[in-house]
C-alpha cells in the first residue's frame, strides 16, 4: 500500500502508540486527520509532525454522535479517507471480582465496541478508495488472557475475532479494503500507568494492585515511536497481522504450543 498522499485516521493520536503510529505515517507523506479526548496531547503531536496536512479532532470514543459524525468532519478536512487506525484504550487494574460492572462497561466501551462504531462509520468511505485498509490495534492480551486481565483480556480477543472476521468478509466481497489487526506486545507507554483502579477494595487490595501495575510497568520496554514503525510498515505490506516486539512474539508461540497450560510457562519465564 503506497501511503504518500494518503489520508489516515487515527485514534488515541495524543500520546503512546498512536502518536507514534501518526509519526510513522507522516514520515511516508501520508495526510492525517488525529482523534484523541486530551486536546494538549493532540497539539504536542501535531507539533512534531512536519510536511502533510494535519487536522486534529476532540474525540470522546464512547459517545455515539460523535464517532458517526467523525467522518463528516475529516472529508470536509480532506476530501477522502483511506486508512483508519482504530488505536484508542484505556485499561483497569483488578480481578473480575473487583471491578465493578460500570468499570467493566466502560472499558468495553472504549476498547471494543468504539472500534466498532468507528470502522461502521468509515466503511463507506474507505471503500470510495482504490486501496484502503483498516487497522485495529488489540494487544498481547488479545493473544493470552493472564489474571486481573478480564475486562481487558475480552476487548482484545473480541477486537481479534471481529477484525478476522470482517477482513474475511471484505476479501470474498472483492472489496478494496484490507483489515490488519495488531498485537503489541510491552510498550512504554502511559496506559499502564493510567488504568483505572477498582472503586470497591480494601487497603490491601488496592496495594496489591498497585504493586502488580508497578511490576508490569518493567515489562514495558520498547518505544512507542519504534511500534508505530513497526506498525506502518506492516500496513504497507498489507500484513493481516502483526505481532510487536519479542514478547508477543514469544507468547504467541507458547499459545499454539500449551493452549490451555501457557500461562503457567510464562508466568515462570516472566519470574
Known amino acids: ?22 509519526l510513522a505515517l507522516s514520515r511516508r507523506g501520508c495526510h492525517l486527520a ?64 473487583q471491578v465493578d460492572e460500570a468499570d467493566f462497561d466502560w472499558l468495553m466501551e472504549v476498547n471494543f465496541h468504539a472500534v466498532v462504531r468507528l470502522t461502521r462509520a468509515f466503511l463507506p468511505h474507505l471503500k470510495q478508495s ?22 481487558y483480556s475480552a476487548a482484545k480477543f473480541a477486537v481479534r475475532g471481529f477484525s478476522e472476521s470482517l477482513r474475511r468478509e471484505l476479501e470474498e466481497a472483492g472489496s478494496p479494503v484490507g483489515v490488519t489487526v495488531v498485537h503489541p506486545g510491552g510498550i512504554n ?42 506498525i506502518v510498515d506492516a500496513v504497507e505490506h498489507e500484513r493481516p497481522r502483526v505481532l510487536v ?10 499459545e499454539r504450543i500449551a493452549p490451555v497450560g501457557y500461562w503457567n510457562i510464562l508466568k515462570r519465564n516472566m519470574s
Not at 500500500?1 to 501518526?22: F, H, S
Not at 483505572?196 to 510497568?217: C, G, L, M, S, Y
Open 245 to 254: 516486539g519479542g514478547d508477543a512474539k514469544f507468547a504467541a508461540l507458547i
Open 34 to 97: 488525529l482523534a484523541d479526548r486530551n486536546a494538549s496531547g493532540l497539539a504536542e503531536t501535531t507539533g512534531m509532525i512536519r510536511g502533510v496536512r494535519v487536522s486534529t479532532h476532540q474525540l470522546d470514543v464512547t459517545d455515539r454522535a460523535a464517532c458517526m459524525a467523525l467522518p463528516a468532519a475529516v472529508l470536509a478536512e480532506h476530501q477522502r479517507v483511506d486508512l483508519l487506525v482504530n488505536n484508542a484504550g484505556v485499561a483497569i487494574g483488578g480481578t473480575f471480582e
Open 189 to 230: 507507554t502511559d496506559i499502564a500507568r493510567n488504568a483505572r483502579p477498582p472503586r470497591h477494595v480494601t487497603n490491601e487490595e488496592a496495594a496489591t494492585i498497585a504493586d502488580e501495575k508497578d511490576r508490569f510497568q518493567k515489562f514495558l520496554r520498547m518505544s512507542p515511536v519504534k511500534a508505530g514503525e513497526i
Open 130 to 151: 482504490d486501496a484502503a485498509r483498516i487497522v485495529n490495534v488489540s494487544s498481547l492480551f488479545g493473544l493470552i488472557a493472564p489474571p486481573g486481565q478480564t475486562a
Open 1 to 22: 500500500m503506497k501511503l504518500d498522499g494518503r489520508v489516515a485516521v487515527v485514534t488515541g493520536a495524543g500520546g503512546g502508540i498512536g502518536r507514534g503510529i501518526a
